[in-house]
């Protein structure tokens, strides 16, 4: 039963490998598609009865099976008298018929001559006319592959789409990230420079207020040696110890 599968699947790689001339590989869908094609071509309904007869199961005959380890006498068959002719154009035969009703002595060497290059031109023609039509069968295996590629391809490229979109939006953000860092560093910049200025502000002013008293200081100090001094003089002093005039009455003049 598998020998026939056999057979009609090489005889469907062989079509293949002629139609399309060596120019396209075989896809997994071809493989089915020629595999299909020999298995309904051998598995018949007639086949597996001439199988399960050739192997005596059905009818249930053994010596099929004895019989061939029996030996048995090589028979040499007849000689077949019909003649084959290589030649299966009907165009050629037509030729040759026309060649045959116009030349009556058909050992004239021009006769011969015409007659192979009739024989010639026509199996040119059925090999181009084969060729053409593999190419053309290759041709269209290979737009309906590359057919079948566009989907493919149309989705890779939205694939490639997605990514580049999300990028794009991941790079974004990046910068919206980096934006609000620098603008928050800035801020927290010009908060410490706001706040060493009120310090510092806040010094000055400390500093303006100390000066006062530090010269009131050195005035009663200076009021009290120049009070010191006059009355070691035997002079009366001008002002008091805070700095007011002091008027003595006329009596102590």
């Known amino acids: 039963m598998f020998k026939p599968l056999s057979s009609a699947y090489s005889g469907q790689v062989a079509g293949f490998m002629e139609r399309c001339q060596g120019l396209t590989s075989m896809s997994k869908r071809d493989f089915y598609l020629m595999f299909i094609a020999a298995w309904e071509a051998s598995f018949k309904e007639e086949t597996i009865l001439k199988a399960f007869e050739a192997t005596g ?3 249930l005959n053994p010596e099929v099976i004895l019989k061939k380890f029996h030996t048995s006498q090589p028979t040499q068959g007849s000689s077949s008298n019909s003649d084959s002719s290589a030649l299966s154009a009907s165009n050629w035969k037509i030729t040759e018929g026309l060649l045959q009703q116009v030349v009556k002595n058909r050992d004239d060497p021009q006769a011969q001559k015409l007659s192979k ?3 010639s031109i026509s199996v040119q023609k059925m090999l181009l006319e084969q060729e053409t039509q593999g190419l053309k069968e290759a041709l269209i295996h290979e737009r309906r592959r590359r057919k079948r590629g566009k989907p493919r391809q149309a989705k890779a490229q939205a694939t490639q789409a997605r990514r580049e979109a999300r990028a794009e939006v991941r790079i974004v953000r990046e910068k919206e990230k980096a934006k609000k860092a620098a603008e928050k560093a800035s801020r927290a910049a010009a908060c410490r420079t706001q706040q060493q200025l009120q310090n510092a502000l806040k010094a000055t002013q ?12 050195a005035t009663q100090k200076k009021l009290e040696f120049g009070e010191a001094s006059g009355a ?10 805070h700095g007011r005039a002091i008027k003595l009455p006329a009596k102590y003049r």
Do not use: C, D, I, Y
Request: glycine letters at 8%; charged letters at 25%.
């Open 117 to 119: 290059a009739f024989h």
């Open 206 to 217: 400390k500093g303006n207020k100390m000066r006062p008293k530090a010269a009131t200081k």
């Open 232 to 241: 070691a003089a035997g002079q009366e002093p001008s002002q008091s110890r």
């Open 57 to 59: 199961v059905l009818p």
